[in-house]
């Protein structure tokens, strides 16, 4: 019994070992990477009371994290993250190809916490603004399909989530992989149902 604990302590040890980072170190990570967006509740087209069901919106994502080590194993990053998110939704009888599109500034805070090497597993806050918002979709009006845009008002333009991650550093190169849980309800109207953002999130970035 003790001969597995020792080992148990000894691999936790070396591990440690290996998460060690420079206190104090303030490391600048521009990124650029991909979304797979879409929303999480109970959407329903106004019209006819249909249940819809939410579809992925692929989009692109840049930006820049700044890393500040707390300890050898901890850091505190802060970014400001451009990030093409959005949705669509399963045709219903009267609605079709419906796809929004929300451009947002995010500001990512996250805690870091390295376990091995250059692994880390990260959590942290997201405050976001959707500075300009489009939908469009087809009606079908009396028999006959026609193809409509929005300016999206129907959307609210702040977001605030919770992002839950993994990273590792290839040297200087870094690969980061989010899920963002989106906590605030996107719909303005009191009709539609509630619903709110959650987008997987992969980056490339590069450490200065």
């Given at each position: ?8 302590i ?12 420079e ?8 990124k650029?990477?991909?979304?797979l967006?879409?929303v ?13 069901t ?7 994502a ?5 890393e ?18 959005g ?17 947002y ?6 805690l870091?916490?390295y376990?091995f ?8 806050i ?13 009606l ?7 193809s ?29 992989a ?13 009709t539609?149902?509630?619903?709110s ?8 970035g590069?450490?200065?």
């Amino acid at each position: 019994m003790k001969k597995p604990l020792f080992v148990l302590i000894l691999a936790l040890a070396t591990l440690q070992g290996f998460a060690q980072k420079e206190a104090g170190k303030l490391t600048f990570i521009p990124k650029v990477g991909v979304n797979l967006a879409t929303v999480s509740g109970d959407p329903t087209f106004e019209a006819t009371g249909e249940e819809l069901t939410p579809k992925m919106r692929i989009g692109v994502a840049a930006g820049i994290d700044a890393e500040y080590q707390l300890s050898e194993p901890l850091g505190l990053s802060f970014g400001l993250l451009y990030s093409l998110q959005g949705h669509g939704y399963d045709d219903a009888k009267r609605q079709k190809d419906y796809m929004a599109t929300l451009h947002y500034v995010n500001v990512p805070i996250m805690l870091n916490y390295y376990i091995f090497k250059g692994l880390a597993v990260k959590a942290g806050i997201q405050p976001g603004y959707a500075f300009y918002k489009k939908v469009g979709y087809d009606l079908n009006f009396e028999n006959s399909w026609k193809s409509y845009t929005s300016s999206g008002t129907n959307y609210s333009s702040f977001d605030f989530g919770i992002p839950v991650g993994i990273s590792y550093d290839f040297d200087k190169l870094r690969v980061d992989a989010r899920y963002n849980f989106g906590l605030l309800n996107l719909n303005k109207l009191d009709t539609g149902g509630k619903y709110s953002n959650r987008v997987i999130q992969i980056t490339v970035g590069y450490c200065l």
